[in-house]
T-cell receptor, first 112, second 113 residues
């Protein structure tokens, strides 16, 4: 299995809702990432997990809450989002060290 | 030709021609570089990588060139095909970025029939 699977593919949520994005990989990668991508822009790093521990939080607002339940799963919990948070949320994984990332297809999030 | 404006820079090439996509990176301490291809509705896909101790690396129909003196990276695609139409991002990795990748602004490649 050489894929990163993200669910759901699309999500529409109100500003008072709570939802979660899910990411799964079975490549044995010990580093996992959340990126945010706005239209016509490059992906921007949000969070890095290394060996299931949060190692980097790129000053992301607390309405985004990551969780890594085990080495194969990564969640992003969403609460009280703003319309400007609408974007494509990408999950990626990699081996530790200078290796490329494998990205999922992303969750297209719309906040209304 | 290439155009840069308010929107993503776009490179238009005829099918069968060679494409060259350029990227200026910002950090002289970056030690590892990757080109990613992103098709509409999909996540970025690894194309080719190069480490800072090399200046050229070849893959299938693709070549990456690294010029550390001027902090410039390029991706050459031979015999461009319609399936190559996508947005291409360069990404650099280094100590200044916590050993994580930072992506360049991207270039849209449009292959004309």
């Amino acid at each position: 299995d050489t894929e990163v699977t993200q669910t759901p593919k699309h999500l529409v949520m109100g500003m008072t809702n709570k939802k979660s994005l899910k990411c799964e990989q079975h490549m044995g990668h010990r580093a996992m990432y959340w990126y945010k991508q706005k239209a016509k822009k490059p992906p921007e790093l949000m969070f890095v997990y290394s060996y299931e521990k949060l190692s980097i939080n790129e000053s992301v607002p607390s309405r985004f809450s990551p969780e890594c339940p085990n080495s194969s799963l990564l969640n992003l919990h969403l609460h009280a989002l703003q319309p400007e948070d609408s974007a494509l949320y990408l999950c990626a994984s990699s081996e530790q060290g200078p290796y490329g990332y494998t990205f999922g297809s992303g969750t297209r999030l719309t906040v209304v | 030709g290439e155009s840069v404006g308010l929107h993503l820079p776009t490179l238009s090439v005829q099918e069968g021609d060679n494409s060259i996509i350029n990227c200026a990176y910002s950090n002289s301490a970056s030690d590892y570089f990757i080109w990613y291809k992103q098709e509409s509705g999909k996540g970025p896909q690894f194309i080719i990588d190069i480490r800072s101790n090399m200046d050229k690396r070849q893959g299938q129909r693709v070549t990456v060139l690294l010029n550390k003196t001027v902090k410039h990276l390029s991706l050459q695609i031979a015999a461009t095909q319609p399936g190559d139409s996508a947005v291409y991002f360069c990404a650099e990795r280094g100590r200044n970025y916590g050993q994580n990748f930072v992506f360049g602004p991207g270039t849209r490649l449009s292959v004309l029939p």
